[in-house]
């Protein structure tokens, strides 16, 4: 069966600090990865997609960064942390065709940038 | 611009039935999802409906009509274990997912 994991679960960060974000997928190939990023009281805020290694599309311009090494690798990176980088952040696939497109999530990423 | 509407939060009892409603206005339809996330956790997929009418799964049900942009889940026999926030989400032309800000659930006893 599928599972998908990120790490760390929290995250405590002051202001500048680099970011590095980690989800993993196992038991499907050549999935499509997405990294969300949810705010209280607002919907999930897309921030980027790959459909193939080395294939990021990046929704919203900002300081963060994302990479896909291997086929079920994603990382989800930064420089230096802002504030309004805090949030709560989610990795998902979805198998690669486009006929149903349902999501499926990982834990969750809680980042607080003090 | 693209629009998902739901109300923010809703209270039901325990046992009783509740209607949580979702309209939208997107660039296309490829479909619309809800999806049930507790409170500190991840959102898990609950139903997809792309033709009109009625989906039923055990005691929840969802229902869209197109040409109105709106669609509905339904619960029923509610537990405690319902509490939790649902999300509408639909796919655009584009197959993206466009996500309303989510219904928070309150059952009471």
């Known amino acids: 069966s599928q599972t998908i994991h990120q790490w760390p679960a929290t995250l405590v960060q002051p202001v500048g600090s680099p970011l590095s974000l980690e989800c993993t997928v196992e038991?499907?190939?050549?999935?499509?990865l997405y990294w969300y990023r949810q705010a209280a009281g607002r919907g999930l805020q897309l921030l980027f997609y790959?459909?193939?290694?080395?294939?990021i599309s990046s929704e919203v311009p900002q300081n963060l960064s994302a990479s896909r090494p291997q086929d079920r690798q994603f990382i989800l990176s930064s420089k230096k942390l802002l504030l309004s980088d805090s949030g709560f952040y989610l990795c998902?696939?979805?198998?690669?065709?486009?006929?149903?497109?349902?999501?499926?999530f990982g834990e969750g990423s809680r980042l607080t940038v003090l | 611009g693209q629009n998902i509407d739901q109300p923010t939060e809703m209270t039901a009892t325990e046992g009783a039935i509740v209607q949580i409603n979702c309209t939208y206005q997107?660039?296309?339809?490829?479909?619309l999802f809800w999806y049930q996330q507790h409170a500190g956790e991840a959102p898990t997929f609950l139903s997809y409906?792309?033709l009109d009418g009625l989906e039923e799964k055990g005691r929840f049900s969802s229902f869209l009509s197109r040409s109105k942009g709106y669609s509905y889940l339904l619960l029923k026999e509610l537990q405690m274990k319902d509490s939790a926030s649902y999300l509408c989400?639909?796919?655009?032309?584009?197959?993206?997912?466009?996500w309303g800000a989510g219904t928070k659930l309150i059952i009471k006893p």
């Open positions: 998902a696939w979805s198998v690669g065709d486009r006929d149903t497109g349902e999501l499926f």
């Open positions: 038991g499907t190939s050549n999935p499509n």
């Open positions: 790959s459909v193939g290694i080395g294939q």
């Open positions: 997107t660039s296309g339809f490829n479909g």
């Open positions: 409906n792309v």
């Open positions: 989400a639909v796919m655009d032309s584009n197959y993206q997912l466009i």
